[in-house]
Each structure stands twice: as structure tokens, then as C-alpha cells.
């Protein structure tokens, strides 16, 4: 869907509506250089292509501007270059229609939206279909095919030396790039684990201002339901009453779906619950200092470990994250090259070093210090997951990154405890 700028009518004499933080990427799109516009919230159900006058006025949107003033700015920083009031009042419309500004029509649009997550049954598999197959014969031949091939953990065969494990960091990169990682921390899962109860800790892409985001939905996945533990929940509802705040960012986050769609076929037909959790970004509460400093981030932290306790349940974490997202893709203005990988992963060891460890306060740090330069998406769910393991000593299964299409690399690792 490409918007055109072919609305109108929008009434000019109040401030613009502000652009929508959305991750957007140059393109080429029928031989011209457009950008696409990716949502995170899943709003937008279709992918949003904007050519470049339109992506310029989109742009310079921040709720400070009526149209004369944005003419005006076009005019200044393109030297001169004059759109007409109405072809701008028609961008401005067709942006808007699109859910591409934080308008009135939007927030109707998130109303309707999360009220029907909030009535629906379940959650779906959104991404069934998309990243794996949606047959669940396919999908256990993909999986299967994951765990035996080159880089794989190999198939699971039954069993279960050394001791239990209470907890796996796998990525959340999809299947076709890093299925391979997955494999060893689930294989660890399939051969020792026999939990009760999984507790996913996910990464909320949208950055909602929850720090840590549950539902009460179950995970549908081809394989069968990853059944939520509503008891569990209940509990901790009634010691973080907030915890369902922002409950519709799990509606269209990928990371927690691809941890029960493997769980689903590591444990097959054994019977367990999961507590799927998004994690924000906590830095929003505590900046470069350490999460044990924001008092809501300890207050969720406290109340779940509290809830743990309570159950008697055998549990096993499953942090479901991706490191380091560097290149042109994501901000740096750097080359993408041997330079650049090299410095990511030797970042990045630094930062497993404290996994390994058991080491939260210095996994942050790790990450923080130099104010997050490799933008390690799974910060807050490896901090989350680090704390509520306690002094548990982790052992490094692999480590490894793909190419992002649009240019940047993403890493990722699988971890036991």
C-alpha cells in the first residue's frame, strides 16, 4: 500500500497531529527510491510504502505545526521547494486515514483494537504462515529440520544427563535466520526440563510504558495451545495490579510466539502452563542506572518472584531475545563491514561473560555503559530473566548473528542454567 497523498479537507487552523514512531527504511519500490514504514503495534495490517515527499512531511510532524509553518520548514530546508497548502493538507489527511500520525482516529483505532484482544478467547498465531508454516506436519518437519542441520543441536534422544535446567535464554530472530541458535537452548528443555510451569519473558518491540507486560490469553501455536497458567496470573494480578496494563502489545509481538510454538514441540505432548511476560524498555525508568533503582520495575520483579514461591511450581525461565542491531539499518552511520562485526562481537562476549556469570547488575552494565551503541533489543528480558534465576551460573550454548535485509546485522545466543 503506497499512501499518495490523495485525501482532503483537514482542517488547517489547529496544530498537525504528531508522526507515529514508526521503524522506517529506505526501499526500492517499481524502481524508485520510497520508504517503507513498519509497526510494531500492528495497527497498520499491510505494509506502508512512502515516497519521498510524502515521507518528508511525515517527517518534520511533530504536533508543534500547523500547515503554514510546515510549508514553511519544507521550503527552508529545501531550499525553497513550495508544496501548495492543499496538496500538504491532503498528505497530511492520507497519512492520518493510513494510522501513520497520533490522531484522534488512531487512538479510536488502539481502542478498538485492544478491546477485541481483550474479549478474544486466545491469542493466534500471528505470525503462522509468515515466519513457519501454519500445517502443524510442515511445522514439526521445519523444527525437526533446524535441530539436524548443520548448525544444529541435533534431535533430542531422550536423555536427561546432568541437572535439571532452570532456565534457557534462546533468541527471537525469526526461524529462517536463526532457527539453528534455538535448537540448543531447546534441546536443553526437551532432554532436562520437566517444569510445571514456563515462564516467557519476551521482548515488547513497542516499548509500551508497562515495564513488564502479561496476558491472559493462551499462545495458539499449529502444535496446540501453550496453555496460560490463569491461576498464576490471578495471583500476581493481585500483587501487581498493573500487570495487565498495555496487555494488547502481545498481540502482535513475534518474541514470546516463537518461544511457545518451540516449546510446544520440545515438550510434545507433555503437560505444562506458561506465564508469557513482555518486557519494555526499562531504561525509561531508570536511564543508565540500574533497574533495581526504578521502584515499579522492583515492585513487578518482587511480585512475581513472590508468585513463583507461592505456586510450588516447578518453573523454568525462557527468555526469548536478540542481542546486538548494528549497521546503517539501525542509525549507525558506519560501513558494514569485518571493522564493524568485529567490534559487535567482541561487545557481545563481554556481555555473555556476564551471562554466564549470573551477573545482572553487570550484564547492564555491559550494555549501558557506552549508552547501548549496539541497541541490544533483549536488555530488559535478559536483566528480568538474570534476577528472578538468582546466583545461578549459565553455560554459553552458541552464539551467532544473520544479515538484515535492509542492511545491518542482528546477533543472537542460546544459554542454559
Not at 508543534?64 to 525553497?80: C, H, M, N, P
Amino acid at each position: 500500500m503506497v499512501v499518495q497523498g490523495k485525501g482532503g479537507g483537514y482542517d488547517a487552523s489547529m496544530n498537525l497531529p504528531r508522526l507515529r514512531p514508526l521503524d522506517v527504511v529506505p526501499v526500492e519500490h517499481e524502481g524508485k527510491t520510497m520508504f517503507r514504514a513498519r509497526d510494531n503495534e500492528g495497527i497498520i495490517e499491510q505494509e506502508v510504502v512512502l515516497p519521498p515527499v510524502v515521507f518528508v512531511v511525515w517527517s518534520m510532524l511533530d504536533g508543534s505545526v500547523g500547515l503554514a509553518d510546515l510549508q514553511d520548514r519544507i521550503a527552508e530546508r529545501f531550499k525553497g521547494t513550495k508544496i501548495p497548502l492543499q496538496d500538504l493538507e491532503n498528505i497530511v489527511r492520507d497519512l492520518d486515514e493510513h494510522f501513520l500520525l497520533e490522531s484522534d482516529r488512531l487512538a479510536e483505532r488502539r481502542r478498538e483494537i485492544a478491546d477485541a484482544y481483550r474479549n478474544a478467547p486466545h491469542r493466534p498465531p500471528k505470525f503462522a504462515g509468515l515466519s513457519y508454516s501454519k500445517s502443524p506436519v510442515q511445522l514439526s518437519i521445519e523444527l525437526d529440520g533446524y535441530f539436524k542441520g548443520e548448525k544444529g543441536a541435533g534431535l533430542p534422544d531422550g536423555s536427561a544427563a546432568g541437572e535439571e535446567v532452570r532456565g534457557v535464554i534462546a533468541p527471537h530472530i525469526d526461524f529462517p535466520r536463526g532457527g539453528w541458535c534455538y535448537t540448543h537452548a531447546y534441546r536443553e528443555i526437551a532432554q532436562r526440563s520437566r517444569a510445571d510451569l514456563y515462564l516467557i519473558l519476551g521482548v515488547a518491540h513497542a516499548s509500551p510504558p508497562n515495564p513488564m507486560v502479561v496476558t491472559s490469553k493462551s499462545y495458539h501455536t499449529p502444535l496446540g495451545p501453550a496453555e496460560t497458567d490463569r491461576d498464576f496470573v490471578d495471583a500476581l494480578a493481585k500483587r501487581f495490579p498493573r500487570c495487565f496494563d498495555d496487555e494488547v502489545v502481545h498481540r502482535n509481538e513475534h518474541s514470546a510466539e516463537f518461544q511457545a510454538v518451540f516449546l510446544r514441540h520440545a515438550r510434545r505432548d507433555a503437560p505444562f502452563t506458561v506465564v508469557p511476560i513482555l518486557c519494555s524498555a526499562f531504561e525509561m525508568y531508570c536511564g543508565p542506572e540500574s533497574p533495581s533503582s526504578a521502584p515499579r520495575v522492583e515492585e513487578f520483579l518482587q511480585a512475581l518472584r513472590e508468585t513463583l514461591e507461592a505456586s510450588g511450581k516447578k518453573t523454568c525461565i525462557v527468555a526469548g531475545v536478540d542481542y546486538a542491531h548494528v549497521g546503517p539499518r539501525f542509525g549507525d552511520k558506519v560501513d558494514l563491514d569485518q571493522k564493524l562485526v568485529d567490534w559487535m562481537t567482541a561487545e557481545d562476549r563481554k556481555s555473555l561473560d556476564r551471562i554466564r556469570e549470573g551477573d545482572a547488575e553487570g550484564f547492564w552494565q555491559s550494555v549501558v555503559a557506552d549508552g547501548n551503541r549496539r541497541h541490544v533489543c533483549g536488555l530488559s528480558a535478559t536483566y528480568a530473566a538474570l534476577r528472578l534465576l538468582g546466583p545461578a551460573k549459565g553455560g554459553l550454548l552458541q552464539y551467532g548473528y544473520a544479515p538484515d535485509p535492509a542492511g545491518g546485522i542482528v546477533s543472537f545466543a542460546a544459554a542454559a542454567f
